[in-house]
């Protein structure tokens, strides 16, 4: 969320900012600037009235001490309660509704983000690697991963519904696999605390991340009672929430924490997308990378923090790029994003299989996650950053199809052999 004050002396900052995002700045800020006039004017109009308040009330102890009629102070103060406690109650109700309306600006992107008006303008930054060439034609993983006996949709759907999937034999061990090399390797050699948090959240967590009230409909509520839960979309959201209403300690940051979770999404408006294999499924499951870190540290962060992504696939030996994120295809939360995209042969295309964010300060209000500088200074907002390290199922993808074999075997990357005991998944059913 945007510091209040912040959108109302920048005004033509926010818009130029909302427009660039391909957004109508009158239909997200609505009535923004009119309610923080009226806001602002209920708030003076409180404390003149009290200030009038004080005075009849030192003349009326005056009058009493001097034993001469106070009555009709004692009436107007009466009435001045009244008045003060109407301001009052505009001055809040103006301020909800700010609140709600603040609720739905995204964040302003930061000036390195690119200006497009689709995904089509996204900048590719680099590239690593290069695709693998075949001798016949490379197929997608959805064929292999019947063919080989490792990937059953058909009983997944049978006992769940369609964008599930089932794993069976090595196909589920690759997938453990996957996520004990990605966290061992952010845990051992790039410094993260792994974090094994709940798989549901209540509201707040959701609020403090931004899913909520954006992004409800996207999301998997359970409710419990009198009590509603939602299953995580993302690791984010319980990792960044363990701080929320605390106050850090400066010389602590930053704080990299790594964290395993399954993922619940309901791909809502994404019906007709990516219906063949596990690339958009309800449930899939996700290594994430999360850091807290002081204002003047979040932007080299970002840029750490996506080297520890990328370094999951060079390790993989897996061809991909890195994409910024034009201004249309921007997350509602995010001040610049990095996608990482690998290369599927099987499909002849490149698939994003990491977001890499910077947040700035946007969950951290929402969340009121404050650090204290060293020295004793004012409390400060921290920075919140995340990405994917990496995307379990699509890098499962990407293994079958890049390491097929024109014998219909998919060989195992060197580095994730000692994980899976085998060099190669071979035909078995189940």
């Given at each position: 969320?945007l510091d209040?004050?912040?959108?109302r002396d920048?005004?033509d ?5 909302l ?6 700045p009158?239909l997200v ?6 309610i923080?006039?009226?806001?602002r004017?209920a708030?003076?109009r ?5 200030a009038q308040?004080?005075q009849?009330?030192?003349e ?9 009629d106070?009555?009709?102070l004692i009436?107007?103060?009466?009435e001045l309660r009244?008045?003060?406690t109407?301001a009052e ?5 103006a301020?909800a509704r700010l609140?709600?309306?603040?609720t739905?600006i995204p964040?302003?992107?930061?000036d390195?983000v690119?200006?497009g008006k ?5 900048a ?6 290069a695709a693998?060439q075949?001798d016949?034609t490379?197929k997608p993983?959805?064929e292999?991963?019947e063919?080989?006996g490792?990937?059953d949709?058909?009983r997944?759907?049978k006992i769940?519904g369609?964008r599930f ?6 196909g589920?061990?690759l997938e453990?696999?996957?996520?004990n090399?990605?966290l061992?390797?952010h845990?051992?050699e790039?410094g993260y ?7 549901m959240?209540?509201?707040?967590s ?13 999301s ?9 839960f939602?299953?995580v ?5 319980p990792v960044?929430n363990l701080?929320?209403d605390?106050?850090l300690d400066?010389?602590k940051?930053p704080?990299?924490?790594?964290a395993y979770t ?11 997308k ?6 958009r499924?309800?449930q899939?499951q996700?290594?994430?990378?999360v850091?807290f870190?002081?204002?003047e540290?979040?932007?080299e ?11 999951v696939l060079?390790?993989?030996?897996l061809h991909y790029r890195?994409?910024a994120?034009?201004t249309?295809d921007?997350g509602?939360a995010?001040?610049k994003t990095y ?12 698939r994003?299989i ?5 947040f ?13 500088p060293?020295g004793?200074?004012k409390?400060?907002l ?8 990496l995307?379990i ?16 075997t ?10 899976v005991?085998?060099?190669?998944i ?5």
């Amino acid at each position: 969320m945007l510091d209040l004050a912040f959108v109302r002396d920048h005004q033509d900052l926010v818009r130029e900012k909302l427009r660039q995002r391909g957004m109508n700045p009158d239909l997200v800020l609505g009535d923004f600037y009119t309610i923080d006039l009226d806001r602002r004017a209920a708030i003076t109009r409180a404390e003149t009235l009290k200030a009038q308040r004080n005075q009849a009330t030192e003349e009326i102890a005056q009058l009493k001490k001097n034993k001469q009629d106070a009555a009709e102070l004692i009436n107007q103060t009466k009435e001045l309660r009244e008045r003060i406690t109407e301001a009052e109650k505009l001055a809040e109700e103006a301020d909800a509704r700010l609140r709600n309306l603040l609720t739905g600006i995204p964040n302003l992107q930061d000036d390195s983000v690119p200006v497009g008006k689709s995904e089509a303008d996204n900048a590719e930054v680099r590239r690593w690697g290069a695709a693998p060439q075949f001798d016949f034609t490379p197929k997608p993983h959805w064929e292999l991963g019947e063919e080989l006996g490792v990937l059953d949709l058909e009983r997944a759907a049978k006992i769940a519904g369609a964008r599930f999937a089932v794993y069976w034999g090595l196909g589920a061990h690759l997938e453990r696999a996957l996520m004990n090399f990605m966290l061992d390797l952010h845990t051992r050699e790039h410094g993260y605390t792994e974090v094994l948090p709940p798989f549901m959240v209540n509201a707040d967590s959701m609020y403090g991340t931004g899913q909520l009230p954006k992004f409800e409909a996207d999301s998997f509520k359970v409710q419990h009672g009198e009590k509603n839960f939602y299953l995580v979309p993302t690791a984010e959201v319980p990792v960044t929430n363990l701080y929320r209403d605390e106050t850090l300690d400066g010389a602590k940051l930053p704080i990299s924490l790594t964290a395993y979770t399954p993922c619940f999404r309901s791909e809502a408006g994404s019906y007709g997308k990516d219906v063949r294999g596990i690339i958009r499924q309800h449930q899939f499951q996700k290594v994430e990378l999360v850091k807290f870190t002081k204002p003047e540290q979040s932007w080299e962060a970002h840029e750490k923090l996506t080297r520890n992504a990328e370094q999951v696939l060079q390790r993989l030996g897996l061809h991909y790029r890195v994409v910024a994120l034009c201004t249309a295809d921007l997350g509602f939360a995010s001040a610049k994003t990095y996608d990482l995209e690998v290369w599927l042969p099987g499909q002849g295309l490149f698939r994003e299989i990491s977001s890499c964010s910077n947040f700035t300060d946007f969950q951290a209000r929402r969340a009121n996650i404050r650090y204290r500088p060293e020295g004793g200074r004012k409390t400060e907002l921290v920075h919140t950053l995340n990405g994917s390290g990496l995307a379990i199922g699509r890098t499962w993808v990407a293994i079958v199809e890049n390491y097929q074999q024109a014998d219909g075997t998919v060989l195992i990357p060197e580095s994730l052999r000692p994980y899976v005991g085998t060099d190669r998944i071979t035909p078995r059913k189940f």
